[in-house]
């Protein structure tokens, strides 16, 4: 079974980091790229970023370029987003999601991945 499990969402203080984990069981990432996505109460789904199969590009959302970093681990079939300088507004459900990327070409955000995790609530709050 394709499974995708993402971790470490919670509250945080504006200003403060997180680094969520997205965790593939079922197929290996390596041939895959992997997307990060957020909705908040009452909006549409939006890309954060993504990174593609072998890990040599990332692009982001202009709403966090600078703050947060998509990084993974192929060995550990694990995907990160780090979240650095967050802002009320980052409030959201977070999910990965895997889409096939043989061929290692540059990712996008605005198109439809295959697979998709179950989301982690992160919340910035004072």
């Known amino acids: 079974q394709l499974q995708l499990v993402e971790s470490g969402g919670g509250l945080v203080q504006p200003g403060g980091s997180l680094r969520l984990s997205c965790a593939a069981s079922?197929?290996?990432?390596?041939?895959?790229?992997i997307g990060w996505f957020r909705q908040a109460p009452g909006k549409e789904r939006e890309g954060v970023g993504c990174?593609?199969?072998?890990?040599?590009?990332?692009n982001y959302a202009d709403s966090v370029t600078g703050r947060f970093s998509i990084s993974r681990d192929n060995a550990e079939n694990t995907a990160y987003l780090q979240m650095n300088s967050l802002k009320p507004e980052d409030t959201a459900v977070y999910y990965c999601?895997?889409?096939?990327?043989?061929?290692?070409?540059?990712?996008?955000?605005?198109?439809?991945?295959?697979?998709w995790g179950q989301g982690t609530q992160v919340t910035v709050s004072s």
């Open positions: 990174i593609d199969s072998h890990g040599g590009s990332a």
């Open positions: 079922g197929f290996t990432l390596d041939n895959y790229a």
């Open positions: 999601a895997a889409d096939w990327n043989p061929l290692s070409t540059i990712c996008s955000i605005l198109r439809d991945y295959e697979h």
